[in-house]
């Protein structure tokens, strides 16, 4: 089932899954027809049998769900850890494993970027949490916040200024990167860490804040 936002910017795809995920695991995505390469996409919620999946529009996939039979693979990286009173931050539809990790643990403060209130308007968004829009930032927010366990997901450039400003608690990062596999072969999503070059699909997508290069780039 495919339902989209008022104005198309976004979808959220579900299916029927009778399998099990935790959250910050991902799955990959393709149909019948297309793309050739799957893409991944975080777990945006799992319940009663039915697994979904929130999506940017825009891409190559999207000219493929309305046409024909969707394929899962998964899940696929390590899940994220279940902290006390977490400080939960997103940008976009980085949301996704955010809303995710919210409905399995709960949260302690959630504060939510989005750049237009279409996608606001489209996600569950629980009761007394914070929400921010261009040119505010969810960390202009978050820095005030007193809790110590931190998650964030989002585009890098947010991340960087997350661990900038927040990098001394005890700070986990859901990363994004471009991958093929799924399964560490390709090498597309390589990222440096502390412990040498490591790959979001296999070794992530969460990762200590402390031990990852930012600024690394994989040439």
């Keep these: 089932m495919l339902k989209r936002s008022a104005n198309g910017s976004y979808i959220l795809l579900e299916l029927p899954y009778g399998g099990q995920a935790l959250p910050g695991q ?7 027809l297309g793309p050739y390469i799957p893409r991944p996409f975080s777990v945006y919620d799992l319940k009663d049998g039915r697994i979904s999946f929130l999506i940017k529009s825009g891409g190559e ?6 046409s024909a039979p969707v394929i899962i ?11 006390k009173d977490p ?5 976009g539809v ?3 494993p955010i809303h995710f990790y919210i409905s ?3 949260l302690g403060e959630l504060v939510a970027g989005f750049s237009d209130e279409e996608l606001f308007d489209f996600v569950d968004i629980p ?4 929400s921010v829009f261009d040119p505010v930032t969810p960390v202009d927010v978050a820095e005030f ?5 931190v998650i964030a997901c989002g585009p890098v450039e947010m991340l960087k200024i997350v661990k900038k400003i927040l990098g001394q608690r005890s700070l986990y990062l859901i990363m994004e990167e471009k991958m093929a596999c799924a399964r560490g072969m390709c090498e597309g999503c390589a990222i440096m860490t502390s412990y040498g070059v490591k790959f979001v699909c296999k070794d992530g997508p969460t990762f200590k804040a402390s031990e990852v290069d930012l600024e690394w780039t994989y040439l």
């Excluded at 916040?145 to 366990?149: D, Y």
């Design 26 to 32: 991902f799955f990959t995505i393709t149909t019948s």
């Design 145 to 149: 916040s007193t809790l110590q366990n």
């Design 61 to 66: 996939i999207e000219k493929f769900l309305d």
């Design 127 to 130: 009761d007394h949490s914070v």
């Design 73 to 83: 693979d998964g899940p696929f990286g390590n899940p994220l850890p279940e902290l």
């Design 94 to 96: 980085g949301y996704a």
């Design 104 to 106: 399995k643990y709960g």
């Design 87 to 91: 400080l939960l931050i997103s940008g």
